[in-house]
């Protein structure tokens, strides 16, 4: 990297932010391991361009659609460190994670929904996860950018990942590159084959009713 990029990644770790702890008792069926099980649907993509990267709000029900880059993101937009366990889908979790990001519900508020009750994360690799736009407005929902004191590694989604803490781990898209505001809901990537649209893991809401059907990895969910 450029000394100017690494000037930059510098002082997105070097800010005061606000502390946030997010704790709550283990959902059912979850054990704890010590360290992250590594999942991707695609392929992680490579050499991201953080100097021309930009995150991206958007959707017909939004009245301030936008883009912000991401070295304004990472150095001059509110920032919380939070601390919160993560919990995957499969049945492990994670404790104390601690997390740097922006929340959510700042550049919700930047947007202004008019409505829509399901919002679409993409990723740049292609994933793409929906979820209730409620989850967006939680205090605790962020868009994290640093991990346990260090930038976001690529495996946890660098340059951006969003982090849901009220829902399993899958909705939490790594490598994020665009909120989509949804008139009408439609699945992601995982929800496409039967797992939940809301994915609370206290409720234990791991698959529609439904239920799931056979998955194919590295099959690329196209919207029209």
């Not at 979790?93 to 601690?98: A, G, M, Q, T, Y």
């Not at 700042?106 to 979820?131: E, H, K, Q, S």
């Not at 990942?161 to 909705?171: A, E, F, N, Q, T």
């Not at 009713?209 to 590295?218: A, D, F, L, Q």
């Amino acid at each position: 990297m450029s000394n100017a990029i690494n000037d930059v990644l510098k002082t997105a770790l070097s800010r005061t932010c606000s502390k946030l702890v997010y704790r709550r008792e283990l959902p059912p069926n979850q054990r704890v391991i010590p360290r992250f099980v590594i999942y991707d649907v695609y392929d992680p993509p490579e050499n991201v361009d953080v100097i021309s990267y930009r995150l991206k709000v958007t959707g017909g029900l939004v009245e301030n659609g936008f883009e912000i880059p991401y070295i304004e993101l990472v150095t001059k937009v509110p920032c919380v460190d939070l601390v919160t366990d993560f919990h995957c889908v499969t049945g492990w979790s994670v404790l104390n994670v601690e997390w740097r990001g922006i929340p959510t519900r700042y550049l919700m508020d930047i947007a202004r929904p008019r409505g829509g009750d399901y919002v679409m994360a993409v990723g740049i690799d292609g994933y793409t996860t929906n979820l209730p736009l409620n989850a967006l407005f939680e205090e605790t929902t962020i868009i994290a950018y640093a991990m346990n004191g260090k930038i976001l590694p690529r495996e946890h989604g660098f340059p951006l990942r969003l982090v849901v803490p009220s829902r399993y781990g899958w909705k939490s898209a790594k490598y994020l590159s665009e909120l989509i505001i949804m008139d009408s809901n439609e699945p992601g990537y995982w929800e496409s084959f039967g797992y939940h649209d809301n994915g609370d893991p206290w409720l234990e809401e791991r698959f529609n009713e439904s239920g799931p059907v056979t998955m194919r990895r590295r099959v690329r969910f196209t919207r029209p």
